[in-house]
């Protein structure tokens, strides 16, 4: 079963910075579009990094300049680095494959900002 695997959220204050990761076990890792997405509580899922391969990233208007997506292919590994952390990031953050989120829903990792 295609389930990654997140780590590296926590409790930062606001203008902190986390650096998120994520790995799941498939051989064909390097061959996906792959994405960061967030839930905060009582809204819709949204996503805010993709790293298309070959150094093309985008990202949400909302964190451009903030997050910086990279992966590892030899790892089957993707971070998401988050600098000058706002409240309004706080949520529960996966990585899945863009733009169909093809692997399962694993637990994510619970960021919270205070302000």
């Known amino acids: 079963q295609m389930q990654p695997v997140e780590s590296g959220g926590g409790l930062v204050q606001a203008g902190g910075s986390l650096r998120l990761s994520c790995t799941v076990s498939i051989s064909t890792f390097s061959m996906n579009i792959i994405g960061w997405y967030r839930q905060a509580p009582g809204k819709q899922r949204e996503l805010v990094a993709t790293d298309y391969g070959s150094a093309l990233t985008t990202y949400a208007d909302s964190v451009k300049g903030r997050f910086t997506i990279s992966r590892d292919n030899a790892k089957n590994m993707v971070y998401l680095q988050m600098n000058n952390l706002k409240p309004a990031d706080t949520a529960v953050y996966h990585c899945?494959?863009?733009?169909?989120?093809?692997?399962?829903w694993g637990q994510g990792t619970q960021v919270t900002v205070s302000s």
């Open positions: 899945n494959t863009v733009p169909r989120g093809a692997w399962s």
